[in-house]
């Protein structure tokens, strides 16, 4: 009976090590998951930092398809861009303290953004809305811009 418990019953020790080599499986998956996240981020920011190439008519256009579809659905606002809080020069402080002159803070494309409302929207009645939108281990996070009709 012995031989039959020691094939069939594993020893504690081994079932520990089982325990031990799944718990690593799941950090590594994990930490794989976090690089995969934060390279996807990065890949992000770069994008928004450089000029889109988008011209003030194409925007327009896309603007208009936005709003139509915003207004179709009963929406008084519309959230065009989030983006992480790098791409403020202050990190987004101005904008988590609604202090005036927070849009001085933006660069790459949410600053372009910005310009175009600026320029296009706002004196059409538009206005824009700037805020924190995520609080990650209860620090600022990513910037939200909403486009306000209502």
Not at 53 to 81: P, S, Y
Not at 101 to 107: D, K, Q, V
Not at 122 to 135: D, E, M, N, W
Request: hydrophobic share 45%.
């Amino acid at each position: 009976m012995a031989a039959a418990s020691e094939t069939i019953l594993p020893t504690a020790d081994d079932l520990m090590k089982t325990i031990a080599l799944a718990e690593a499986a799941k950090a590594e998956a994990a930490m794989r998951l976090r690089a995969q996240e934060e390279a996807e981020k990065m890949a992000l920011l770069e994008k928004f930092e450089k000029p889109s190439g988008v011209d003030d008519a194409e925007r327009l256009k896309r603007a208009a398809a936005i709003i139509n579809r915003a207004v179709a659905n009963g929406l008084t606002e519309i959230q065009v861009i989030r983006f992480p809080n790098a791409l403020c020069t202050d990190r987004g402080r101005a904008i988590n303290n609604q202090e005036p002159g927070w849009a001085a803070t933006l660069t790459g494309l949410p600053k372009e953004l910005y310009d175009f409302w600026d320029r296009h929207m706002k004196p059409r009645g538009y206005r824009l809305k700037a805020q924190i939108v995520s609080f990650p281990n209860g620090m600022p996070g990513d910037v939200g811009l909403t486009l306000c009709w209502g």
